[in-house]
């Protein structure tokens, strides 16, 4: 293994936690926002269907 500087081998470790919370904060940021699309839809459904079991 090539001669690697401690300094170095702390800027590197430090910029890969950084990228992967970045990473883990905007995937959790989507899965919301998915999780939100998703019980908006369905609660769409629900209130569609109950206006066809009132109708029926």
Same mark, same amino acid.
């Given at each position: 293994?090539?001669?690697?500087?401690?300094?170095?081998? *702390?800027i590197a470790i430090a910029?890969? @936690?950084?990228?992967? @919370?970045?990473?883990?904060?905007?995937?959790?940021?989507m899965r919301r926002k @998915?999780?939100?699309?998703? /019980? /908006?839809?369905? *609660?769409? /459904?629900?209130?569609?269907? *109950? /206006?066809?079991?009132?109708?029926?």
């Open positions: 293994m090539a001669d690697i500087s401690e300094r170095t081998l *702390q910029i890969s @936690f950084a990228t992967g @919370f970045i990473t883990g904060w905007q995937a959790n940021r @998915f999780l939100d699309w998703r /019980k /908006k839809r369905l *609660q769409d /459904k629900l209130s569609e269907t *109950q /206006k066809k079991l009132d109708l029926a």
